[in-house]
């Protein structure tokens, strides 16, 4: 086979140009990228299709419960003493009012280690549907997609591939943006006149570009919720600072503690805040003096407040626990991030002693309340179907990647890793060193990875000549 040097344009003194070397190192680099990527992007675009379905077509919990509409609604704590007369020895969790009025309430209750929802005619106050909330089709596919069932482990094995698939994303658009005679149209549009390898190379370059920009947004969004870059360093950056709460503000659990285990309700920008607790005798008014305060009255307040259509209260469970009452994109709740808001209310006096809303956030908790709502597919029916549509795209660049290694690999080679061939000079070395060193800032945890292998490949080409192929 023709060496990479006699195939490729020279320079005035007749050696490989610079381009040709970076672009060689480039190949190679999205090569190595893939072996780790694909198979993790294939289960992220699979489980992400699943999530956004019955977040975009149907609800977290499955189909739709949906009741008759009659002209009164019977009271939240009739609705709720329904419930707990099925499941006498269950805490309860929360009250979901129904998005439309047509369709049923949902109360989530927790009893012998299980987390129940129940639908419940808010008209008749009969109990229609239970689902345990851990064991939906939504919530697999949700556990899957952050940590493949094995806990930390996965989480981090998952981060590891999201910081690679940003090199496979520069590295793509490098190998495909325009030089050398190539026009626009050859990388925008698929040349399927072509046969084989080339044919399977024009369709993967051209989805690549065009999906290359939505890939990163996922990918950024996704790792904000990964243990160490999000968790670590992203997260505790851009959350709201509990110091604006005042000396409400004395709680030791977070709102992350409101999400139910292993699923993401609570905005991101308040999970890694710590809630405020009842008993400061501070606040504005709230349920008025001389009532209860109990769910009915505090769900009274949250229509006051302007909480309409579907919003969450969840009750205190802690002596001094507070009412939290919210309506956001996490939980499925709004098609607009920007209204995110959350309020607390003393459990004891009824008051409101801590709110925030989507302006009292973080330029980051911001950013990220946005571009999690499109990754989640939150914002309507045209986000979740545009999303399935990506995730399809995704799909096939991990299958199209795999098909042309199959039909470029040397013949005799099988199943062989055989990886794109080392460049024998380098002139732009320091540019990729550059590359290398960003991602390693800013994906402290694939950076490690990437530079390992980096220095794995270095040590093998030492051993052995490079052969380079055409």
């Given amino acids: 086979m023709a060496s990479l040097e006699r195939a490729s344009p020279r320079d005035a003194s007749g050696r490989p140009s610079a381009g040709t070397g970076f672009h060689a190192m480039a190949w190679r680099w999205h090569f190595y990228a ?5 198979p993790f992007l294939l289960m992220l675009a699979v489980t992400g ?12 919990l499955g189909p739709v419960v949906h009741v008759t509409p009659q002209a009164v609604a019977q009271p939240v704590a009739a609705q709720a003493q329904a419930v707990m007369e099925l499941r006498s020895q269950a805490a309860l969790l929360e009250y979901v009012a129904p998005r439309k009025a047509d369709e049923a309430s949902w109360f989530v209750v927790a009893r012998d280690g299980l987390t129940e929802a129940v639908a419940v005619d808010p008209y008749t106050a009969r109990v229609l549907h239970l689902v345990d909330k851990d064991d ?13 069932l094995i806990g930390d482990v996965g989480d981090r094995l998952i981060e590891i591939a999201a910081g690679f698939g940003v090199v496979m994303i520069v590295t793509g658009l490098y190998l495909w943006w325009p030089r050398g005679g190539t026009r626009w149209a050859q990388v925008l549009v698929p040349d399927l006149r072509l ?3 080339l044919w399977w190379r024009s369709l993967h370059g051209s989805v690549g570009f065009w999906i290359g920009a939505v890939l990163l947004v996922f990918l950024l969004t996704g790792l904000s919720w990964a243990g160490i870059w999000g968790g670590k360093f992203v997260q505790p950056w851009g959350s709201f600072p509990a110091g604006k709460w005042g000396d409400a503000f004395k709680s030791d659990a977070t709102h992350g503690s409101l999400d139910p285990k292993g699923q993401h309700e609570v905005p991101w920008g ?4 710590p809630l405020p607790a009842s008993g400061s005798g501070r606040g504005t008014l709230g349920v008025p003096a001389g009532q209860p305060v109990n769910l009915e009255t505090v769900s009274t307040l949250a229509r006051q407040l302007g909480f309409e259509g579907q919003h969450h209260i969840r009750l205190p469970q802690a002596e001094t626990g507070v009412f939290t009452i919210s309506a956001d994109t996490m939980s499925g709740d709004l098609r607009q991030p920007t209204r995110d808001r959350t309020v607390h209310v003393d459990r004891f006096s009824g008051r409101v002693i801590a709110e925030v809303g989507f302006a009292d956030y973080s330029p980051m908790a911001k950013a990220m309340a946005v571009g999690i709502a499109f990754h989640q597919g939150d914002m309507g029916l045209w986000n979740a179907a545009l999303n399935l549509l990506f995730c399809a795209a995704v799909a096939f660049l991990c299958v199209s990647g795999i098909a042309m290694w199959w ?3 040397p013949a005799g080679s099988g199943w062989r890793v055989v990886a794109p061939p080392a460049p024998r000079n380098l002139p732009l070395w320091k540019g990729g060193a550059l590359v290398m060193c960003a991602v390693a800032l800013a994906f402290p945890l694939s950076g490690a990875v990437l ?3 980096c220095l794995l490949d270095w040590l093998v080409a030492l051993r052995r000549p490079a052969r380079v192929a055409s």
């Fill in 49 to 60: 299709a699943v999530m956004v379905f019955f977040t975009g077509f149907q609800t977290r």
């Fill in 34 to 38: 893939g072996l780790y990527v694909v």
């Fill in 407 to 409: 039909k470029r690999r």
């Fill in 451 to 453: 530079l390992a292998v």
């Fill in 270 to 273: 308040l999970e890694q805040t």
């Fill in 195 to 197: 046969k084989g390898r």
């Fill in 136 to 148: 939906t089709v939504f919530a697999w596919a949700q556990r899957i997609h952050g940590t493949l």
